[in-house]
């Protein structure tokens, strides 16, 4: 295991699509993260999941976005009919929370792109 | 958890070292500093981070004034992989808690 994966890197669609990313996070960690990061901006929290359970999300996560995480591996992020100023990158982060934790490792991201 | 300020942009010649500052003049007590970059089109990647004691890794250094209100990433030999945005975070809880990005520093590597 290398790392963070995220599919797609990069993602175009049309306003009002629903689009689904996923993240692979390093096998071991049990928690999970979501950001959002708009061009000169640093990266925003939306989310994060202990194993399967979603602990907390961000007021920047409105009723179009639901992540899930089914069985604590992997994680999906869907938004639901896209608008414009979801344009962003969306980065992954893991980490394991245990007697020893360890820094987030993040995803290269996938990069939003509504028309 | 406390805010940092961070100038917005430096450059480095390639060889120099490379020094960071950040001020977090609200850090309570049990707060960290953390210290991450991100190099175009990456995610962020972790550099390193403290309380109260200095730090150094394989990737850098970080010094932190005695009352705790600045800090500084030292870069000892900077290249032009080193061109990336570093980011100052403060967070409560170590490695446990999310991250609360600013808009860092873009640090520019010039040959």
């Known amino acids: 295991d290398t790392g963070v994966s995220q599919d797609p890197r990069h993602k175009i669609t049309k306003r009002g699509q629903n689009v689904t990313f996923r993240c692979d996070p390093i096998?071991?960690?049990?928690?999970l993260y979501w950001y959002r990061q708009t061009l000169g901006q640093g990266p925003e929290f939306l989310t994060y999941f202990q194993n399967e359970a979603q602990l907390e999300k961000s007021r920047l996560l409105s009723d179009r976005f639901s992540a899930e995480r089914p069985k604590g591996s992997f994680s999906t992020l869907e938004i639901q009919r896209t608008e414009q100023g979801d344009s962003a990158m969306y980065l992954c982060?893991?980490?394991?929370?245990?007697?020893?934790?360890?820094?987030?490792?993040f995803g290269q991201g996938t990069r939003l792109t509504v028309v | 958890d406390a805010k940092t300020t961070q100038p917005p942009s430096m450059d480095c010649a390639e060889g120099r070292a490379a020094n960071l500052p950040c001020n977090h003049s609200t850090i309570s007590g049990n707060e960290y500093v953390y210290w991450y970059r991100q190099i175009h089109s990456q995610g962020p990647q972790y550099i390193i981070h403290g309380l109260k004691n200095n730090e150094t890794n394989e990737m850098a250094s970080l010094i932190i004034t005695e009352d705790r209100k600045s800090s500084t990433l030292i870069l000892p030999h900077a290249t032009l992989r080193d061109t990336a945005v570093y980011y100052c975070i403060v967070r409560l809880r170590k490695n446990t808690d999310k991250l609360i990005f600013g808009t860092g520093t873009r640090l520019q590597v010039f040959p």
């Open positions: 982060a893991s980490s394991l929370v245990s007697t020893a934790d360890t820094e987030a490792f």
């Open positions: 096998s071991e960690h049990n928690r």
